[in-house]
C-alpha cells in the first residue's frame, strides 16, 4: 500500500507533499485545491509502466483531443520543459516521470518539389514515461506512447518488457455511471461471494433480499412478486454497487473514487461509508476518496464512533493550495475529525 506521495509539476499543482496514508484515506477541501489531481497522480503512480494512462485520466475528465498542444496540458502551468515526476516512498517505492517528446520530422516529398510545392514534414510528437521501483533506483525502465501528427486517432506504444507491474488500481470518475456492473457481478458470482455484495447493499436498502444475475441483467428481489431489474433501485444503490464492486475487484490493489457522495442523499452518508470500510478490511483495498461535502465527513465520523475497529485505517487529509500552487495536506485521524465536527469547525 502507498504510504506516501508526492506530486511535482501536475496540471494545477507546483508541488505537493501528503505523508500518512492509511488503508482508507478522505481528501477534502476547497474547489480547485487539487483533490482531483491527487486521486490522479496516485493512478498515474499505481500503473506507472503503462504510457495510455495520462491519456485516459484527460478521458474521465470528458477530453478526448490529442493534439501536441493537447499533450501539454497535464504539465504544471503548461511548461512542458518540466518534466511530471510523481513519487512515493516506504514498501511500495517508486518514482514517475513524465516528459514531452516534441515533434520531430525531416521527411519532404521530392515529388511535390517537381510541382514548385513542398509537403510538411511529417511530426511525431508523445509521453515519455521514465519509472523506478524499490530501493534499486538505478535501474530506470521506459514506456512512451507517441503519435504521428495529422493521425491523432492513431497511435504507438512502447512498454518496457522488462518490468512488471504487480498492483492492480481503478480509477472511479465522479461523472461515471456507465460502469458494466453485469460483468463484475459475474466475476463475484464465479468466486461465490455474492452475499458478501447483498450484505453491503442491504446497508443502504436493507428491502433488498437477493440479487441475481438473469441473462444479461442484474436483477433484484425487495419482497414483491417478481424481481426488478436494478437499474429501478436509483442511483445510489447502482453506484454504491458499482463502488462494492470495484472494491472488490482491487481486491489487494488500489480504488480511487473522485467525490464519494455523488448521487447520494445526506442521509446515507453513514450507511455509505459503513460498506466502504467493510468491503475495503475485508478485501485489502487501499481506497482513495475525495469530497467536498461535509454530510460524508460526518457520516465517517458517526461509522467510526460506532465501531473503533476501523479508526486505524482512516485517514483524512484536508488540501490547501496556496497562491504559489504548493498544496499542503493537514491529516486529520479520528479524534481530529470527531473534534473539528463537533466544535463545527471549517472543514470544506
Known amino acids: 500500500m502507498f504510504e506516501n506521495i508526492h506530486i511535482d509539476h501536475f496540471r494545477g499543482i507546483k508541488s505537493c507533499q501528503i505523508d500518512g496514508l492509511e488503508q482508507v484515506n478522505l481528501f ?105 521501483l524499490g530501493d534499486d533506483g538505478n535501474t ?13 486517432g492513431k497511435g504507438k506504444t512502447n512498454i518496457d518488457k522488462r518490468y512488471h507491474e504487480h498492483v492492480f488500481s481503478q480509477y472511479f470518475p465522479s461523472n461515471s455511471m456507465g460502469i458494466s456492473v453485469q460483468t463484475k457481478f459475474a466475476k463475484v458470482v464465479e468466486n ?35 424481481r426488478l431489474p436494478i437499474n429501478v433501485m436509483g442511483d445510489g444503490i447502482r ?40 468491503a475495503a478490511k475485508k478485501y485489502n483495498t487501499q481506497v482513495f476518496v475525495s469530497t467536498h461535502n461535509i454530510d460524508s465527513l460526518k457520516g465517517l465520523v458517526a461509522v467510526l464512533d460506532e465501531n473503533d475497529n476501523y479508526r486505524p485505517i482512516v485517514s483524512a487529509f484536508k488540501l490547501i493550495k496556496h497562491p504559489t500552487d504548493e498544496v499542503k495536506a493537514l491529516k486529520y485521524g479520528y479524534e481530529e475529525m470527531a473534534y473539528a465536527i463537533a466544535q463545527e469547525m471549517e472543514m470544506r
Not at 97 to 125: C, D
Request: charged share 20%; hydrophobic share 40%.
Open 140 to 152: 530506470i525502465y521506459k514506456s512512451e506512447i507517441i503519435l504521428k501528427e495529422g493521425e491523432e
Open 192 to 226: 461465490k461471494q455474492e452475499n458478501n455484495i447483498l450484505k453491503a447493499l442491504q446497508v443502504i436498502e436493507p428491502k433488498i433480499l437477493d440479487i441475481q444475475l438473469v441473462g444479461n441483467e442484474l436483477m433484484v428481489d425487495i419482497g414483491l412478486p417478481q
Open 239 to 278: 453506484k454504491l454497487l458499482s463502488i462494492i464492486l470495484s472494491i472488490y475487484e482491487s481486491k489487494d490493489g488500489i480504488l480511487l473514487i473522485d467525490e464519494v457522495d455523488n448521487g447520494f442523499h445526506y442521509s446515507a452518508m453513514k450507511p455509505l461509508w459503513k460498506a466502504v470500510l467493510h
Open 28 to 132: 477534502f477541501g476547497k474547489n480547485n485545491c487539487g483533490k482531483s489531481s491527487v486521486l490522479e497522480g496516485l493512478f498515474l503512480l499505481s500503473g506507472q509502466s503503462n504510457p495510455s494512462l495520462p491519456i485516459t485520466i484527460n478521458n474521465m475528465r470528458s477530453y478526448f483531443r490529442f493534439s501536441e498542444m493537447d499533450f501539454g496540458i497535464d504539465f504544471y502551468n503548461l511548461n512542458t520543459a518540466i518534466p511530471i515526476v510523481i513519487s512515493t516512498g516506504g514498501a511500495m517505492k517508486r518514482t514517475l516521470k513524465i516528459s514531452l517528446i516534441q515533434s520531430k520530422g525531416n521527411e519532404v516529398s521530392l515529388n511535390s518539389l517537381v510541382n514548385e510545392t513542398s509537403s510538411v514534414a511529417t511530426k511525431y510528437y508523445g509521453l515519455t514515461l521514465q519509472y523506478t
